[in-house]
T-cell receptor, first 116, second 114 residues
């Protein structure tokens, strides 16, 4: 079964500093990977997705992630943190391997704190 | 274009009761998935509906059931509520024939079981 592990339940960075949120996956098939963001009392918003095309994926709000098969990783980065980036971030992997839509398996989340 | 909508926003029930949550998918989407998000945790996949049938199911008991209507909207039903069912319930929609890889989430329904 596909799974993801997020390293670090809380990450604190200064405004303007690099953001790095870690995600490792386990999958018996080529994975489809996603990063979602959740602001307080809201649903999830897709930041970016990897679907076996380019290994470096650019998303919204200046975020990007690199798929590294050799390291089974899909870490999320942003060069310069902004106060508005403070939120909960979830890494997810598609559950199935066939065509069509599949449910997602999520990590436990990383709470990003931005220090002024 | 309305996104995914869910109702109600909040709900308070007591143990043993039954609850129905509703979801309207994003316009043009035909697949609806339901997730349970306990406090401080990531969402957990409950099940997915497409063409009015349950297509996939996560590790949830039969107390959790669902339905999809011809207009693609969906309901999640939970019977015999337990305290542990208290969570944010998220609905997500996607378009299956395009691969459905991108799921759009609604704001969720906060269920509290007393």
């Amino acid at each position: 079964a596909q799974s993801v592990t997020q390293l670090g339940s809380h990450v604190s960075v200064s405004e303007g500093a690099l953001v790095l949120l870690r995600c490792n996956y386990s999958s018996s098939v080529p994975p489809y990977l996603f990063w979602y963001v959740q602001y307080p009392n809201q649903g999830l918003q897709l930041l970016l997705k990897y679907t076996s095309a380019a290994t470096l994926v650019k998303g919204i709000n200046g975020f990007e992630a690199e798929f590294k098969k050799s390291e089974t990783s899909f870490h999320l980065t942003k060069p310069s943190a902004h106060m508005s980036d403070a939120a909960e971030y979830f890494c997810a992997v598609r559950r199935g391997s066939g065509g069509g839509a599949d449910g997602l398996t999520f990590g436990k989340g990383t709470h990003l704190i931005i220090q002024p | 274009d309305a996104g995914v909508t869910q109702s109600p926003t909040h709900l308070i029930k007591t143990r043993g009761q039954q609850v129905t949550l509703r979801c309207s998918p994003k316009s043009g989407h035909d697949t609806v998935s339901w997730y349970q998000q306990a406090l401080g945790q990531g969402p957990q996949f409950i099940f997915q509906y497409y063409e009015e049938e349950e297509r996939q199911r996560g590790n949830f008991p039969d107390r959790f059931s669902g339905h999809q209507f011809p207009n693609y909207s969906s309901e999640l039903n939970v019977n015999a509520l337990l305290l542990g069912d208290s969570a944010l319930y998220l609905c997500a929609s996607s378009f299956r024939t395009s691969g459905g890889h991108e799921q759009f989430f609604g704001p969720g329904t906060r269920l509290t079981v007393l």
